[in-house]
């Protein structure tokens, strides 16, 4: 997977081409800046010695910024290949969604911009790993005693490195679990918003909310006072090393080993060595990546299932046979003629809604056949209205036309609805304040705008009032005439519109016939409470 | 703004904590002057020893400054704490202040909400640590440069001042690319989470191509966003670098001839050198790494802050309202100007006592009458009385004591039965309340929860949504409100329940309104408000069953009718 990323996208030599010069730079400035201190110490001013020092400065500088850019692009690009893949392979995978939704969105957005960034991390880590080599064999070639110094000294330096990674866990712990009762508070009280603007008693009800805020502060200061203990030795590490190999430099000046220059150009080394300690997170963020590299492999290699469902019958027609699914139904047979209303009852658990999504070619038989003639508009109780704009979400997945989403939103007898919110169809959904009864009807437009052979509501008007249900039942009569309807329901009112019924019990048909018949059985009166 | 007031508040924990970084500041201030000295007195003059001790000093000097900064972090608690509290405060108070607007934050806004807060805790310290650090040293070395080469002060000094004020110019452009970048990731977050979210739809819709394109047109901006940001933050480098490599330049340009004519010592040399290649040029270069980033984390966070609470404006007046009869005079309300009206030109009269039932389809604005009688919504035209006064003008704490609004959605929070019952009548004695529980038949559903010293969890953990609103609706019998809405409250109770607690409020005194979720609401009450999108209709069941077809249409369809045997 990570190799994918960078062998897909081979800017990352240019990086590494880029990283070269810059790195050879780094290595050359201390040396470059001792000539020019000894030159001017002599009194000379040698254009050449201040020329090539400039020069290595500006490579460096340029080429960092070069690096930058060159860096955050190929990152983004990578990450950006990652999502279309992860994005596409989720929505193959389809209903029911094998990833939970927020689970999904922070592989999208978290995993796959860190996995996205593996080929800058693997180019950064071997220039770290080059610069700090070349800064000991610059320390061994002015004075092999500085670099055995400076070696001696590095195992010190990650001990200490690492004894700043251990934190507190207990005062951790507390500040994440007083957090998240802070934020179980507020959406408690958010639910209830209407209650309290009505009430005034906002105030008062925040400060019922900020209750455990004494127990978050407490933790706070805990964790700082440990950061505090930790920082202090790490603190001390760099003058640490620095003082040591100084100190072996100073010898190496009165032995006549080195000149005063030289000794900058050691201080200079030190701090390119060192530098590669803190260069120690790289190593962790590869290990992300390649953490995330697997959460995005656990998604692409669940397998899609197989398109081409359900089968083909005459138009309008609807026809299972033996259909089986896993804990919903067993062995369903039935027949639905073209332009027929068939309510489906039973109580619930009994596989109605399986009933629904097998018909609709949302979900897929274990066993047995099924075949539907023609399209399907699909509505269901609480539906997801996803879309940008109100309009773009009744039409979502289509490329109708204004008129066509009117007119189904008119006989969803959502139209005196949306007319109403602040921009009318072009309102945000995210700003469309909207009730479920609201939902349920936008919902209901989208499945008639695609004008489908077949429809499947799946207790698609149960927020509804009785009214505007049969107000609904009418529009769709007179707007899509003859259609086909397999309708999911809880009323008698509707059972007794339907042609006929098919009552469910236990994922098994009980029996199929009109609502009159039927109603003399007990059982079934039973069924709607 | 509520972040300044927050620190001001906090200015005497932060002087004392920039008394403790004067002492971090001091190796930077110390350390090209005693590398010079050993050198110059030390290993140059061949006393290898006498350079070892002045290294020594140096080496104490960093102990102490890393004792200052252990200070530092020990007091940093003090001052970001208090900090994030009142941050906390701030948005808990805004976010609930915010209920009379018409968007109300959801729990994954709420999730964003915090975590903002997070970043300005974390970044505030960033800066109180890093930033204030990385100043101290950048100017305790160039303090130290200057009096180690006094003549040549501010030739080595002013690059360094030019390239921060350049650099601080760039702030502005890098916060908005920031930002940019910011609302980049979380519209993308959103987008795909939505598409995740109603993947069920999506395939049921054949809508995947649709959803895939709106998820990378977001990816998409994502990504050309983090590449201005690079541009951004490369020009940024590039100044500061530039800031310190010149000094050094100019320094060993004049030098030379300063070293010929013995104004400047080999010491002195090598000290300046020191100063800006070891403290002044890696500050810089923190500044511009990891301080920027840290600023314009904090900077884009508190505006997204400021966004998700708006700071708050009180609606009331001193007006005293002379009884509790409600009226409304041609009152007009839209959710936009060029929106179709909610409400239009509504004329209504409810004398102390009244019962009214308000019918008519879902969706066409029922809730917003709620909203206009208890004055949490402003009429675009006409005007909405209590008590013979404009209800917005009337005296807060008494518009809100005496007209009582009972939402479908229930408000119930973590803590006793008791606590939750009592909200709107804290001093009510235990007798009142199981009074109130009796009335709206909700005995037998508290005597479960463990009477009134039980306990409800979060989001009424537990609770069904019609036991819920029970219990809210119990809470506002229990309230003195003269005028009492029931908007949809008992939404989620079977039809007897329902009725229960409607007799209840009927019997209670005071005038109720009843926004009705079944028609049989409209059979118990004296007044029936039919709306439907014309224009509205008023009067009692019988009236309107002899007058409108409309409201004839709507009992019809809803009363049951016979089943063919």
Known sequence: MLLSVVRRDPRWLLLALNALPVTAAGLLLPTALASAVDMALAGRLDGGTVLWLVGLAGVEVLGDAIGVVLAASITARGAAWLRRRL????????????????????????????????????????????????????????????????????????????????????????????????????????????????????????????????????AGVGMWHTQARMIWRAGLLLPAVELAVLTAAGFGVVAGRLSVGDVLATLGYVALGMGVVGQATLLTALQRAR??????????????????????????????????????????????????????????????????????????PSAGRVRRGGSVGYAFERPALVGTTVADAVRYGTSLDHDDVVAACRAAQVHDVVVRLPEGYRTPMSAAPMSGGEAQRLGLARAFVRDPAVLVLDDATASLDMVTESTVERAVESALPGRTRVVVTHRAATARRADFVVWLDDGRVRAVGPHADLWDDDEYRAVFG | MAYLRALREQRRGIVVLLGWSVLEGVPALLSGRLVGLAVDRGFAAGRPWVGVGWLLVLAAVAVLGGFGLRQVFMRLGAVIEPLRDALVREVVRGVLHAGSHTRQPDASAVARITRHVEVVRDATAGVLVQARALLVTTAAALVGLAATVSSLAWLVILPVIAALVLFGLLLPSLARGQRRLVMADEQAASVAGTAFLGVRDVVAVGGSGHALRDVMAQVDRQASATVRMAFATALRGVVIALGGFAPLVLLLLSAPGMVRAGTLTTGEVLGAVVYLSTSVQPALRGLADTTSTVVLRLVVALRRLAEAAPPIAPVGGDAVPDGYEVGLRGVTFGWSASAEPVVRSLDLVLPEGSHLAVVGPSGIGKSTLAGLVTGLVEPQAGVVCFGGVPVRSVVPEVRHERIALVPQETYLFTGTVRENLALFAPSASDAALLEAVAAVGASDLVARLGGLAGTVGHAGGGLSGGEAQLLAAARVYASAADVVILDEATSSLDPAAEAVVEQAFAARGGTLIVIAHRLSSALRADLVLLMDGGPPLLGSHTDLLATSALYRDLMAAWQPTPIAR
């Not at chain 1, 939704?101 to 957005?109: H, K, N, P």
């Not at chain 1, 027609?317 to 369903?332: I, N, Q």
Request: hydrophobic letters at 50%; proline letters at 5%.
């Open chain 1, 291 to 364: 953490a995330s590299a697997e959460r995005l492999e656990e998604v692409l290699s669940t397998p899609v299932p197989p398109t081409g469902f359900p089968g083909y019958a005459a138009s309008g027609e609807v026809e299972l046979s033996g259909v089986s699914v896993p804990g919903a139904l067993h062995d369903v047979d039935l027949t639905v003629p073209a332009g027929a209303f068939v309510a489906v009852v039973g109580r619930s658990g009994s596989g109605k809604s399986a009933l629904a999504a097998v018909i609709g070619g949302l979900a897929r």
């Open chain 1, 87 to 218: 994005t596409e392979h989720l929505l193959a995978l389809g209903h029911p969604a094998r990833f939970e939704a927020g689970d999904a969105v922070s592989r999208l957005t978290g995993d796959s911009g860190i996995a996205g960034g593996v080929a800058v991390l693997v180019v950064d880590l071997g220039i770290s790993a080059l610069t700090a080599a070349g800064a000991v064999t610059a320390l061994a070639l002015l004075d092999w005693r500085l670099a055995v110094v400076f070696l001696l000294s590095v195992p010190l330096a990650a001990l200490l490195v690492r004894s700043h990674l251990r934190l507190t866990a207990a005062d951790v712990a507390t500040y994440q679990e007083v957090s998240g009762e802070l934020s179980a508070r507020l959406v408690d009280a958010v639910g209830g918003l209407r209650t309290i603007a009505a009430s005034g008693r906002a105030d008062q009800e925040a400060e019922r909310v900020l209750r455990p805020l004494p127990r978050l502060s407490a």
